[in-house]
């Protein structure tokens, strides 16, 4: 098939276009060889015609989608330049990868923006992988280099190139930043934090702010990293390259000059910077050119604290750095000198002395101010053995100030790298090999071209032709391996513009020339340039328009320098005289800074180590403007020195490109792409690879692809054989394939060849596939439909029939309900007529009947008005009888009442002042009684005057009524009245009644109103009390709440606390085992010295201080100790301090009540003294305790009334809440609340005077051991004191060990136990017999012996851990060994506060505090170093186990993407013939760890903690890994690491341990190869996933989905759209997930050792196997 035969109908193609460089098209047609033109139609609707005049016309083909945002460009089938700005541009616009691979060269695109991408956990992803499967980094170049480097034993060079703003700093400094984390540094001075530490201080002095860049390098960076043997920094040297001095006295607009000075500015309040005379950088020349003396989101006054801290990790002291501050703020003050011009012609120029500025930059500098003010503006001549003095013009005068400036800046900037190589170099070792970051400026080209940017060029064309060799000598390499015909691949060598520069008469030896004449110009240079090069070079033109300027045809670009400028540049001219000066000057570091340099310039320091200053001085006798060597002459020298050791290492590149000019986050221009892209080699190294064979399969990779495309039975032994005959017949022309040993090779656009055939293949066995199955679906429907219509046939016919039923049975009851409705219609009107009729008659005798009636009325009416006439009558004639006798009654009754007054006045006056004295008396009791009975007896009052009412009301009625009677009777007897007393009584009689009315209705309303009152009372109690209740219960449940959060809190708080403390556990277990190996070294050293021999007298055994001594050390038990220390028993000539009575000691016993017969027993004058003193303190002691137990059990007696009273007396309340009852409720439970905090502290209290109980307890044992010893003071001093023996009888079941067998107890128990024996122990058996013999000594009152054996026995384990530090029997062991003592310890002390020992257990009466702590550090060591081993052994197996395997073999034989097999230089090639990692390697080394652990039957507990932490390093490194590899993002493949995880799953469900939070580690990586396999197309399927990912974060789910990749035709891409769904739908949710891409690797969960009680431990209990040899103890 020809390549022509590839242009069909919808094939993509690109055309050229203005503004998009270059833009898609599909074909719509088929090509055909008549044709003129081709027919497209392109990606934004437009149809175009392109015009074919011959094949070479025809447009560059597209890859096929599914080699879109491929990882590598040279892995594209077709490879040209649309392809490659493409790939680009999709992996950095759609996917967010800033980083792509071209071959050996990783191009990284500066998003502006801050990506999570370069954290620990990405470091500790791409340590140690084969970064040919992982995702491109900036870190895969550096892992890349480093393993070279360790495997190669070879020097490494990584070369960073790119435009000014595309990220070359920040990736040079995460590439150290790498190096730092993956070589820790070997010395105690840590080395790989000063080299992140001068990255600080080089960006201060070395970068400014550009029109493109924020943070510009303005100088060339080479770093040395040096290592050691293991791989650990041990050094680092720096050298530097043409650093922009110019730009240290002018700046363009909108550019700045070098950070430092405005970090300076920042910085002028502070106390320090007050000398320094700083202002605003608004006012100094130097910084206000520019116009922006700020950066956007940049403080320069924390990077200037940021600089002085590194200065400091770097060891300069502060003092130098005011001394380096006062010599930039000095730079500054000089730019603000004023130079007046004087003279005819202004050809002569001064300097005020009084100048401001000037007097503050000589007193900066410490120099004579009026020898720099002439020296400023008057140079030295030397005329004829004559030296003469002549003034210079303002402007010369100027430019010599400005040159000064430029000159002590660089020589600052080369004394401060100086000082940075001495601070990094390596102090005792030498650097194994080494890794050089090239930090380098790139291909530059501006409207105006100069020195700088010809200088800059040049180094890129250097860089750029050995860029060239490397790549050619690579794919020359590759070629010879694979053992195929080599044939000359062209590719463009850039050596004659290298010649045209640096060779002889080049650019630079013209420029040089030209300097060392004396009238040398630039305009005499560019004529010599014409002469020279103009028809004789094809890289060398010259403008038309323009005898000043020069073309330069580079590799990248053509470039137009204009010369002016160039020789000035060049020769960096400094007159000698100011220099003389600062020579002299009383600052130490100035005068350092323009020390006389040799005559061979400042290279003839070693180029490695220091970098080369970029300008020199006059020397004696050549007291001149010009330098003896040209600023050009010496980049020349350097750059040379450069790339011989770039030669000498093995290089790796990297290419940063700037996506827009405009600093924008991922905005893409393509045009500064391709114009980067052709700058920096990477369209050349697509060229090289073009020209060759770019596409390259493994025989076995291209069987497993295109093994459908194979004609008969395929031999796997013989997969070359075959793939030669299936080439043969596919591809008809040889030329466009070739084989090799290993590998099949393909040249461009053949891999898309076979593509377009193996889909043809499957689109024809699909075809196949659809017609069987499409037949099977069409017989299949025919025998559905067929029993469906015999189906339908029968429930119609059953239909009909059921339908012929329910009409005749709706016919008959359509009779019967017609027969009926007629029956009711007219018994309907029948009973109608009858209501009527009844009507009627009701109607007519009611009429008759009210017209009797009111008849009747009328009579009855006429008699009532008689009645009460003559009633009224008779009511009349009564009252005034009645009123006349009242009066005659009233008068006699006042005369009696006045007689009565008399007598009562006198007797008033006897008692009249006893009342007065009285009256307060009964007013306060007639208060206080009615206060009482007021509240208790309202109610009652209310009810007993309604029942007195109701009484008086009843008989006032019955008076009334008797009364009444009587009165008619009297009536009756008497003559009748007139019809007007009648009448008169009858309105007397009903007024009256109306009244008693008028008044019953009254009492009635008011009582009515009272039981209202009180109904609504007893309402409103019994809603408060509801109420209160409530708010009763809801306080404690809040109270519940907030204990409950405060548990969480602090159980939290425990576990980070923990879990602290375990790491720095860990940290001092790395420490000590460091101070082992020092302390060996240094024993080494000693004995490789010799011992020289000292006076026998004066001899002392040096023994260097363990880190433990302090902790080990443990304190007597009793006081003798200190007598013994200060007094020796045994020397006869130290005699017996006498003793002398202490009348203070026996005052304060008196006053403590502590008797003195006790004390008066014992003879021994120091004992008795100290015994007296300790019970006085237990005196103290006691009474002090017992009052504050009192005390604080009376507060809390009274702390518990008073929270429980409010809850009695309180009434709650019902109803709605008063103001005042809510203060009130408020204030009540506010109460409780600190009443219950009060009780809580109680409670705490409580429990610390326990503990001190406990104290005391101790010290009464004290005190009985004091009185045993007591008993034999009479005993000589030399005389043997038998301990006591307490409950000999009852004690049983102990070891005894003798003193001198302690040492052999602890070597044959731990020290020198073998693995084999140690196996087949009972488990904790060691731990055991320590505790049977510790408890012994113990109970034989030897409590020190029993303290130093624990100690002896903690660093025995110690040492046994360390001897097998790989063993997991061993450590598992020990693990066990040391928790079981820890415990029997624990259950035996007696000196915890609130434990005591059950009846049937010894007690320990020792203090064994301090080893307790130790065994329980030595838990947490043992734990951590069984972790340690498990996983340094499933480190290497995770990845291929996990995600690599291929457990399913149907899946494993699926063919993957049409990737070629281009591993890249660094990556290890995993070995053929070793045995491959599957899950079942895995599953044996958790198992072997399972088994080791539960032959030591340790707790399930630990058991499940240790397999959290082992599951929690496999989810996450392999979840990581994932992230970091597109290969794996597929569907197949997430079905192979959805099996292998299920693996996981059943054996830890099988061993037990599901339960321990070992399943939830595994979460993350289970819902991450779920997402791999859902469908993601609608949004239906992006709700479900958001809903069911909850352990990913967003921008985990998002990656995935970014990542996935299909790997065959029937899988679809994801697209943007759907993406941007999920991201929506992920804005919504609470993400509570932690925003990093990748999980933590290095987490460490806290271990919490089970507290499990053992039962009695007794001798005869154990078995002891003789192969211990500790046969010497005895059961006791």
């Given at each position: ?41 392109l ?12 094949p ?50 990783l ?29 491109p ?73 550009t ?47 070098y ?19 700083l202002?605003a ?43 380096l ?6 730079i ?91 601070a ?67 590719f ?11 060779g002889?008469?080049?650019?630079l ?34 403008p038309r328009?323009s ?20 020789l000035?540049?060049?020769?960096d ?40 200053p ?13 330098h ?20 000498s ?11 827009n000019?405009?600093?924008e ?30 596409s ?29 005959q ?5 591809i ?15 040249r ?36 559905r ?48 007529i ?11 005798r ?24 003559r ?115 009858e ?54 709440r907030?204990?409950a ?51 026998s ?22 006081p ?49 003294l ?5 019970r ?17 059990q ?16 309180l ?79 009852e ?6 060990c ?5 040492g ?18 009972p ?98 060591q ?25 457990m ?26 070793a ?29 499940e ?100 990749t ?18 929506g ?52």
């Amino acid at each position: 098939m020809a390549a022509t035969d590839l242009y069909t109908k919808g094939t993509c193609v690109w055309l050229p276009d203005p503004d998009e460089v270059w833009i898609s098209g599909q074909l719509l047609q088929d090509l055909k060889l008549e044709d003129r033109y081709l027919l497209l139609q392109l990606s934004d609707g437009r149809e175009a015609r392109h015009p074919v005049a011959s094949p070479s016309d025809l447009p560059p083909l597209g890859n096929p989608e599914i080699l879109q945002g491929e990882n590598d460009l040279t892995c594209l089938s077709f490879l040209h330049e649309p392809a490659v700005l493409h790939n680009l541009r999709v992996r950095f616009l759609d996917y967010n990868d800033i980083y792509t691979y071209c071959g050996i060269v990783l191009v990284a695109i500066n998003p502006y923006e801050q990506l999570p991408i370069y954290g620990e956990e990405v470091i500790d992803a791409y340590s140690g992988q084969d970064i040919a499967d992982m995702e491109p980094h900036i870190f895969s170049v550096a892992e890349e280099a480093y393993r070279a480097m360790i495997r190669e034993k070879k020097n490494q060079s990584i070369i960073i190139s790119g435009e000014s703003g595309s990220g070359k700093t920040v990736s040079a400094k995460f590439t150290m930043r790498y190096f730092a984390v993956v070589g820790g540094a070997a010395q105690q001075t840590s080395v790989e934090e000063k080299v992140l530490a001068s990255n600080p201080i080089m960006e201060a002095f070395g970068n400014a702010k550009t029109t493109r860049n924020d943070n510009s390098s303005r100088f060339g960076k080479y770093t040395e990293i040096g290592f050691g043997n293991h791989g650990d920094i041990i050094g680092a040297n720096m050298r530097t390259y043409l650093l922009e001095k110019s730009r240290v006295v002018f700046q363009a607009q909108e550019e700045r000059n070098y950070h430092i000075f405005y970090q300076l500015c920042a910085a002028r309040d502070l106390p320090e910077m007050k000398a320094l005379k700083l202002e605003a950088a608004e006012c100094f020349r130097y910084t206000n050119q520019g116009g922006s003396t700020q950066i956007p989101g940049t403080d320069d006054l924390a990077d200037l604290e940021r600089v002085r801290n590194t200065l400091v990790v770097l060891g300069i002291r502060s003092d130098q750095q005011m001394e380096l501050f006062r010599i930039l703020s000095a730079i500054l003050h000089l730019g603000n000198i004023s130079i007046q011009a004087s003279g005819r012609g202004a050809d002569r120029s001064y300097i005020n002395a009084e100048d401001p500025s000037l007097l503050v930059f000589c007193k900066l500098l410490g120099v004579e101010r009026a020898q720099m003010a002439h020296w400023l503006c008057n140079r030295r001549l030397a005329v004829g053995g004559e030296m003469l003095m002549k003034p210079m013009s303002g402007q010369q005068a100027a430019d010599a100030r400005d040159s000064l400036a430029k000159h002590v800046y660089g020589q600052l900037f080369s004394w401060t790298v100086s000082r940075l190589n001495v601070a990094l170099r390596a102090k005792k070792e030498k650097p194994d090999s080494f890794i050089g970051v090239l930090d380098i400026y790139g291909f530059e080209t501006f409207a105006w071209n100069s020195f700088e940017q010809f200088c800059i060029n040049y180094a890129n064309e250097k860089l750029q032709q050995q860029f060239n060799l490397h790549v050619f000598q690579l794919e020359q390499e590759e070629y010879e391996k694979e053992g195929l015909p080599w044939s000359r691949i062209e590719f463009s060598d850039n050596q004659p513009c290298i010649t045209l520069i640096e060779g002889p008469l080049g650019l630079l030896d013209l420029l040089d020339e030209e300097c060392r004449i004396p009238k040398g110009s630039d305009e005499n240079w560019a004529q010599k340039l014409y002469d020279q090069h103009q028809n004789h070079s094809p890289h060398f033109g010259k403008p038309r328009l323009s005898n000043s300027a020069f073309i330069i045809f580079h590799f990248a670009d053509m470039v137009r320098y204009e010369c002016d400028g160039f020789l000035e540049k060049n020769r960096d001219t400094i007159f000698e005289e100011p220099i003389n000066i600062l020579r002299a000057s009383q600052s130490e570091l100035v005068a350092e800074l323009f020390l006389k340099e040799p005559a061979g310039g400042a290279l003839s320091s070693s180029a490695l180590k220091a970098s080369i200053p970029n300008g020199s001085l006059h020397s004696e006798k050549r007291a001149h403007r010009e330098h003896k060597q040209t600023v050009g002459f010496q980049f020349r020298q350097s750059l040379q020195l450069l790339m011989v050791t770039l030669n000498s290492t093995n290089p790796h590149y990297v290419r940063c490109i700037k996506p827009n000019d405009l600093k924008e986050p991922f905005a893409f221009d393509p045009k500064r792409a391709v114009q980067q892209l052709r700058a920096c080699g990477v369209l050349e190294t697509i060229r090289i690879s073009a020209a060759g064979f770019p596409s390259r399969w493994t025989y076995l990779e291209f069987f497993s692809r295109y093994r459908l495309l194979f004609h008969g039975t395929v031999d796997q032994e013989e997969l070359r054989a075959s793939c030669q005959q299936a080439l043969a017949a596919l591809i008809p022309d040889p030329d466009q394939y070739c084989f090799g040993k290993t590998k099949v090779f393909f040249r461009t656009g053949q891999v898309a060849l076979l593509e377009r055939l193996r889909a043809e293949r499957l689109r024809e066995a699909g075809v196949t596939i659809q017609s069987r199955v499409r037949g099977w679906l069409a017989r299949r429907h025919y025998q559905r439909t067929r029993w469906a219509s015999l189906t339908l046939q029968r429930y119609a016919r059953g239909g009909l029939a059921r339908r012929l039923a329910r009409t005749l049975r709706r016919s008959h009851a359509a009779l019967v309900i017609q027969k009926t409705f007629r029956m009711v219609a007219v018994r309907r009107l029948y009973l109608l007529i009858r209501e009527a009729t009844i009507t009627i008659q009701a109607f007519i005798r009611g009429t008759l009947a009210r017209r009797h009636y009111w008849m009747l009325v009328a009579l009855r009416a006429s008699v009532v008005l008689q009645a009460g006439v003559r009633g009224w009558l008779a009511r009349r004639a009564y009252r005034r009888t009645l009123a006349a006798v009242l009066l005659l009654q009233c008068c006699v009754r006042r005369r009696a009442a006045r007689r009565e007054l008399l007598k009562l006045r006198a007797e008033a006056r006897s008692v009249e002042r006893y009342r007065e004295l009285n009256k307060g008396m009964e007013v306060k009791l007639m208060q206080l009684q009615l206060r009482a009975d007021q509240q208790a007896r309202e109610t009652a009052v209310l009810r007993d005057a309604l029942h007195a009412e109701r009484e008086s009301h009843s008989l006032e009625q019955a008076r009334l009524q008797r009364g009444l009677l009587k009165l008619e009777a009297q009536l009756r007897e008497q003559p009748p009245k007139s019809l007007a007393e009648s009448l008169r009584d009858e309105e007397e009689r009903r007024r009256a009644e109306e009244r008693r009315a008028q008044e019953v209705s009254r009492l009635t309303q008011e009582v009515q109103s009272l039981q209202a009152e009180k109904q609504a009372l007893e309402d409103k109690q019994a809603a408060l009390c509801s109420r209160l209740l409530d708010q009763e219960a809801l306080q404690d449940d809040r109270v519940a709440r907030c204990v409950a959060e405060a548990s969480e809190g602090l159980r939290g708080e425990l576990e980070e606390e923990r879990g602290r403390y375990q790491g720095l556990l860990k940290e001092f277990t790395r420490l000590e085992q460091r101070y082992e190996n020092l302390r060996e070294m240094s024993a080494l050293a000693e004995r490789s010295r010799g011992c020289q021999r000292s006076d026998s007298s004066q001899s002392l055994v040096v023994e260097l201080p363990s880190p433990l001594s302090s902790s080990l050390s443990c304190s007597p038990t009793f006081p003798v100790a200190e007598f013994e220390q200060r007094v020796s028993v045994t020397s006869p000539s130290c005699e017996r301090r006498p003793w002398s009575h202490d009348p203070s000691l026996d005052t304060l016993m008196g006053t403590v009540e502590v008797p003195k017969d006790a004390a008066e027993r014992i003879q021994g004058e120091d004992l008795k003294l100290a015994y007296d003193a300790v019970r006085v303190a237990n005196k103290f002691l006691e009474a002090q305790l017992i009052s504050q137990r009192s005390q604080w059990q009376e507060e809390l007696s009274a702390l518990r009334q008073r929270r429980e009273g409010p809850r009695q007396t309180l009434v709650p309340p019902v109803g709605p809440f008063p103001t005042e009852l809510q203060d009130f409720i408020s204030a009540v439970l506010s109460e409780n609340a600190e009443l219950a905090e009060q009780v809580d502290a109680g409670q705490r209290e409580c429990r610390r005077l326990g503990r001190e109980l406990g104290h005391l307890r101790h010290i009464s044992t004290l005190r009985k051991a004091l009185m045993t010893t007591a008993s034999a003071a009479d005993l000589p001093f030399g005389q043997e004191v038998h301990p006591p023996r307490w409950r000999e009888q009852e004690v049983m079941g102990l070891l005894e060990c003798r003193k001198r067998d302690e040492g052999k107890l602890i070597r044959n128990l731990i020290t020198d136990l073998r693995v084999d024996c140690a196996l087949s122990l009972p488990p904790g058996l060691p731990a055991s017999v320590l505790f049977l013999c510790l408890q012994q000594a113990d109970y034989a009152g030897d409590q020190a012996r029993a303290s130093s054996l624990c100690t002896a026995a903690i660093n025995a384990m110690k040492g046994a851990l360390k001897k097998h530090s790989a063993d997991v029997d061993m450590t598992a062991l020990w693990l066990k060994n040391s928790c079981l003592l820890g415990d029997l310890i624990c259950q035996h002390c007696t000196h915890h506060a609130g434990r005591s020992v059950p009846g049937d257990k010894l007690p320990l009466t020792c203090t064994l505090s301090e080893q307790q702590r130790l065994l329980s550090d030595l838990s947490i060591q043992t734990y951590q170093q069984l972790l340690s081993i498990t996983e340094a052994r499933l480190q290497p197996m995770i990845v291929p186990a996990i995600l690599e395997s291929e457990m399913i073999p149907s899946l494993a034989a699926s063919g993957g993407k049409p990737v070629g097999s281009r591993k890249r230089a660094g990556s290890d090639s995993k070995s053929g013939t070793a045995e491959p990692i599957t899950m079942a390697t895995v599953l044996r080394e958790l198992g072997a760890l399972y088994a080791a652990l539960s032959r030591q039957a340790l707790p399930p507990t630990l058991l499940e903690q240790t397999f959290r932490q082992l599951l929690h390093l496999l989810a996450a490194t392999a979840f990581n890994n994932l992230l970091l590899r597109k290969d794996m993002c597929c569907w197949s493949r997430g079905m192979q690491i959805r099996y292998n995880v299920s693996l996981l799953e059943e054996w830890l469900r099988s061993k037990g341990l599901q339960t321990g939070g070992a399943m939830a580690s595994l979460e993350p990586l289970i819902q991450a190869v779920q997402l791999l396999q859902v469908s993601k197309r609608s949004d239906a399927d992006a709700q479900a996933l958001v809903q069911t990912c909850t352990a990913l974060s967003s921008q985990q789910i998002v990656k995935i989905l970014m990542l996935y990749t299909p790997h065959s035709d029937i899988e679809e891409r994801v697209t943007l759209n759907f993406i941007r769904t999920v991201q929506g739908l992920l804005k919504e949710r609470l993400d509570s997930q932690p925003r990093q891409l990748l999980l933590d690797v290095r987490r460490v969960f806290p271990v919490t050792f089970p507290h499990s009680p053992s039962p009695l431990l007794r001798a005869d209990q154990l078995t002891i196997p003789d192969s211990l040899k500790i046969s010497f103890l005895r059961r006791v």
